[in-house]
């Protein structure tokens, strides 16, 4: 069971949250790039084995969407991780 | 085992979400509200109401059912700025007081929260979850409160007739 911290309502209980996938690579202009690119873009989902950011929903709690860093070998959740999403 | 608590289930407050940046709720309330509560997951009373904090730019105004009107005619929900948004509630919550030496563990086993005192304190007010339902908890007295949607009363109700072993 994980502990998440929300930034508004501190540590809660896993389940109090919806989990809302890998924050995934900002929107290119599809005008600029491949469409093997824009492709990647549409498809392609952060997978990484280690720290990656996700949305989470505080669904039962404060009702607020939040991004966190977790790494998906270990499953603790960093507080300062080293890269922004 | 049996726990030394009292349970009552009360159906109905006057409940009014309100919803706005700080600035614009404080504005359009101070003629009725005096102050609202600024630590996030906390309330304040005044009078017999309660402001509660449970959200960003999110709170709850809880009051007695019978001055539902009144509070309908000094907030007037219908007129508010559309930068805020007032929505009576009253009919979608009801409420659960419990009481006595053991509320403590009978919320420990129905839901996750921390209750430590540190965590937890007389002034809390949050959403969490109560058997699995959200639920939204704050202290009341020696005790606590919690209200769930009015859909799950009776079923909540049923449970923690079990939790008591009764």
């Known amino acids: 069971m994980l502990l998440i911290h929300c930034p508004f309502c501190k540590n809660r209980n896993e389940t109090e949250f919806v989990y809302g996938g890998p924050v995934g690579a900002n929107r290119p202009d599809p005008n600029l790039v491949s469409d093997e690119e824009w492709v990647d873009y549409l498809t392609m989902v952060p997978n990484p084995m280690g720290p990656v950011y996700e949305r989470w929903w505080h669904a039962r709690g404060c009702d607020q969407w939040f991004i966190i860093c977790r790494d998906t070998v270990t499953h603790e959740i960093l507080e300062n991780p080293s890269e922004e999403p | ?166």
Not at chain 2, 59 to 67: E, K
Not at chain 2, 73 to 89: G, M, N, T
Request: net charge negative; with cysteine; aromatic share 10%.
């Open chain 2, 1 to 166: 085992m049996t726990y030394n608590v009292k349970i009552q289930r009360k159906l109905l407050n006057a409940l009014f979400d309100i919803k706005g940046s700080i600035r614009d709720v404080k504005s359009y309330l101070k003629e009725c509200v005096k102050s609202l509560p600024v630590k996030p997951s906390s309330y304040i009373t005044q009078g017999n109401w309660k402001i509660l904090y449970v959200g960003p730019n999110h709170w709850i105004l809880l009051a007695p059912i019978d001055q539902e009107q009144q509070l309908v005619s000094s907030l007037r929900p219908h007129d508010c700025p559309a930068s805020i948004s007032i929505v009576l509630i009253s009919d979608t919550l009801t409420f659960f007081h419990i009481d006595g030496p053991d509320a403590f563990d009978i919320i420990s086993i129905a839901s996750p929260i921390n209750l430590n005192a540190d965590a937890f304190t007389p002034e809390t007010a949050t959403f969490s979850e109560i058997f699995g339902l959200k639920a939204l908890i704050f202290r009341h007295g020696d005790g606590f409160q919690f209200a769930v949607d009015q859909s799950f009363g009776d079923m909540v109700s049923n449970y923690l007739d079990l939790t008591l072993a009764n």
